[in-house]
Structures are given as C-alpha cells and as structure tokens.
C-alpha cells in the first residue's frame, strides 16, 4: 500500500450500560485495529452507553465533554499514538442530553465534536423526547496524515444535505457512527443510504454500527466509486480500509459529479 494511504477502521461492539466495561471494548478493539496498521478508529453511536429502550437512564448516564468517557477514550489514543471517534452521551440541561461525536488525536486532545443534526423521529421511535438536538453551524472536520475527516451520525445518512456540507467543507472522507436499528429492510436501507453517500459525492465514507441484537452491524468503509472495501458482519471486530487523495482525484477525473452539479446546499428556509 502507498505511503500516502491512510488507514482507517470501523469498529463495531454493542454497548451496554456499564461504561467502564464499553471503554474496556473500546480499548480492546482500538488496540486490534491499531496493530493492524489503523491510523484511525471509528466506534458506533451511543458508545458510552446504551440500552435498547431509551428513557431517564440515559440523561442520568450523560457526561460532559471534560468526564470519565472522553477521558478514557483520550487515554487509549494516546496510549495507541492514533485518532478515534466515538459516540457519547453529553449533558445539557438535565432532562435531555446531547448525542454528541467526539474525536481525539493521538496527543489525547479532543479536536472535533458533533452533535446529532436530525433525530430518530422515525420507524415508532422518538429519540426527540430525550435528545437535544445539535444547533446548525459549521461543518465538524479534522485533519488525519493530510486528509480532511468530517462528522455525522446515523439518520443523518438518510439527509443527502449533511454530507454535502461536509464536503463542501473539504472532507474527503466521512466517518458514521450508528446505532442503525433492526427492522423490516432496515439492513437494505444502511448499504443503500452509506454507499449513495459515498457514490454521489465521490469520497470515502467509513460507517461503523451497533452490533446485533439491537444494531444491524454491517459497519463497512466504502470508496468513492462506491465500492465496499472492508465490511464486518454481525461480529464484533474491526475492519480495516486504506484511503487517499490519489483514489478520490482518479475517481473524479471520470465521475466530476460535484463539478457538474448546478444547486448548492443551504439551510432550511434560506
């Protein structure tokens, strides 16, 4: 493989409600990937914290940004010398809490956070009624080896606009945490939704999901042709992906979609 690859990982798990044990998993999986070459590790969704049915647990378990779980998973990076995101359970105001994404470098720093745009308001769920959902601002990207990584969660995958903005923002390479909930075509709507995501805006996408029995798993990394080129299962395990500046020019110079396209993307009611 090229120098100028990076190599990325999905990592998929089931969290559960103990914290401690999920950064157990976490760290567990991260050092798999890491000796595998993986210079970043993306986790699913709800890492910190998880239980199929949502209510007051998890505004009791939410932590800010400066708690245990952001400094557990800032330890194992910098134990690693590699960058992770994961999702987590973050404070607010005490009766909703904010499903929040938070990156951290090898040097342990935290250096992006994203907050879940559009809420899982959708299939008889309601995850309004206990989130609080992210305010529209700038794009959330960060740099890894000399490539652009930008963020979003789960439902957003079935908003075209979320990624766009991404990319318009530079990222060439976008990272999906999940918790992708079991269901009739539900597993046909995850491969769709994250290879289209890939394949119209000519980047890579790295979707890391919940483990079954409640997630569909299927986390996968697919290339800007909308190739799948690391998949898992229903497992829990990592798999590993290599993507570069030199796949995503080459794709574009016969594929100039973003080129060509005649709309931009603008926030509802502009």
């Known amino acids: 493989m090229a120098d100028s690859a990076l190599a990325v990982a999905v990592a998929q798990f089931a969290p559960g409600t103990d914290p401690a044990a999920n950064l157990a998993a976490i760290r567990e999986l991260a050092a798999t990937a890491s000796a595998r ?16 049915v949502m209510g007051r647990s998890f505004v009791d378990a939410a932590e800010t940004l400066d708690g245990r779980f952001v400094a557990g998973l800032s330890s194992i990076a910098a134990d690693l010398g590699i960058h992770l995101v994961a999702g987590m359970i973050e404070q ?19 250096v992006a956070t994203y907050r879940k745009l559009h809420l899982y308001d959708a299939f008889g769920q309601r995850e309004s009624a206990w989130v609080q959902p992210g305010v529209l601002d700038e794009p959330q990207t960060f740099a890894v080896d000399g490539l652009t990584v930008g963020l979003q969660t789960c439902y957003d995958i079935r908003f075209p606009e979320v990624t766009r903005r991404l990319v318009d923002a ?8 999940a918790e992708w909930v079991r269901g009739p075509l539900k597993e ?9 995501r890939a ?17 569909v798993g299927n986390s996968m990394i697919v290339d800007p042709m909308g190739v799948e080129i690391a998949t898992i299962g229903e497992a829990t395990d990592v798999a590993l992906g290599w993507v570069s500046h030199a796949r995503i020019a080459e794709v574009r110079t016969f594929n100039p979609a973003l080129a060509l396209r005649r709309f931009r993307v603008v926030p509802l009611g502009e």
């Open 37 to 52: 070459g993986a210079r970043l590790v993306v986790f699913p969704e709800y890492s910190a914290f998880f239980e199929p």
């Open 199 to 215: 394949l119209e805006n000519t980047i890579y996408i790295a979707a890391a999901d919940q483990a079954p029995p409640v997630g």
């Open 188 to 196: 046909q709507h995850w491969r769709t939704l994250v290879t289209a």
């Open 92 to 110: 607010t105001d005490g009766e909703r809490f904010s499903n929040t994404l938070v990156a951290v470098s090898p040097a342990g720093d935290v």
């Open 170 to 177: 530079g990222a060439d390479l976008v990272l999906v945490p």
